[in-house]
């Protein structure tokens, strides 16, 4: 919006005798006269008021998130519940390919190949004392007291 319409002719604010407009060239965007410069300073502190309290807020909703302790699981471990398979305990896989011996592992074995069966603690035992191998890495013989 210009202003321009009310002001004397004679220059653009660079000290040309008017003292309003010479300490900045904006005196194209603001009225000259006193009742329309209070009003555009009324509605300029009212909007300043709002808008340092918008900070304000956002500057405590930002310092609540930092203190918060976190609510999820971080992002990069999966989270437990019903769509992750739970780790069995124990379970028995072949031994080999063409090898007719099972062994038994311990559920969170890396050895126990792609295969591993799971199975309780007694049928581990049973399995064992019937013959199986017990997995060299794990050593599941040696945590259900199997000799």
Do not use: F
Request: some cysteine.
């Amino acid at each position: 919006m210009s202003w321009a319409r009310d002001r004397p002719p004679g220059g653009r604010g660079c000290g040309a005798g008017d003292p309003a407009e010479e300490w900045t060239g904006m005196d194209d965007d603001l009225p000259p006269d006193l009742p329309r410069l209070r009003t555009l300073e009324t509605w300029a502190a009212t909007y300043l008021t709002r808008i340092r309290a918008r900070i304000a807020a956002v500057e405590r909703q930002q310092a609540q998130q930092h203190t918060r302790a976190p609510t999820a699981a971080p992002p990069g471990r999966p989270a437990a519940g019903p769509a992750r398979a739970r780790t069995p305990d124990w379970g028995l896989a072949e031994a080999g390919i063409g090898v007719p011996t099972t062994e038994v592992h311990r559920g969170d074995c890396w050895a126990r190949g792609r295969s591993l069966v799971t199975v309780s603690a007694e049928r581990a035992r049973a399995e064992l004392a019937d013959g199986a191998q017990p997995c060299a890495v794990c050593r599941p013989d040696r945590v259900l007291n199997r000799p």
